[in-house]
């Protein structure tokens, strides 16, 4: 761990202030749940809950599944990075920040096609890496429970010649829906 140098009281009632630039730096939004823990040297660890998260071993055997049936990349992502990747040149994706289509699919609570024709606003499903790893069309399904969006599953590929379809349509709503039974 590393320390933030910031200080707060605990008030009568047990509360404590999470500093706003703290909350930015961890893309933590007012009325997000945060889990306390505490590690084995009895320090008290807050850290942003994320229920299709709690499904990570399940995550990546639903990535790989859908990579192989669809033959394209396939994640599974939380409401902020992405959880599970895999399918074919796709490099390990995991903990990588969501980009802005991932955000609006799960902002707007509906399925959308996106198709990029490359440059800077392909990254716009997950954020660039040094690896140059670009999704040039997806199809985004967000992950609703109880009405609210907790993650969302993405089938792409980084072909200029292909598009996704109804197809990985198909499967991105079936898979966000079987997440969805499971978290909820």
Known sequence: ????????????????VVPKELRRTLRI?????????????????????SPVGQLKAMSHDMAEAL???????????????VLASAGPGAPDLSDRAIGRAVEK???????L??????GGEASSIVDPGDDGFVIVSAAIAPIIVDG????????????N???VGELEEGLVVTAAGYFARQVG
């Open 148 to 159: 609210e969006a907790v993650g969302a599953v993405v089938v792409g590929t980084t072909s």
């Open 29 to 49: 939004r007012e009325g997000d749940s945060v889990e306390i823990y505490v590690d084995e040297n009895g320090n008290t660890v807050l850290r942003k809950y």
């Open 1 to 16: 761990m590393r320390p933030t140098g910031i200080v707060r009281r605990i008030d009568e009632l047990g509360r404590i």
């Open 113 to 118: 096609l996106v198709h990029f024709s490359g």
């Open 161 to 163: 010649v292909t598009t």
């Open 67 to 81: 990579a192989e049936s669809s033959g394209l990349v396939a994640l599974i992502c939380d409401k902020d990075v």
């Open 105 to 111: 699919s799960m902002s707007d609570r509906q399925v």
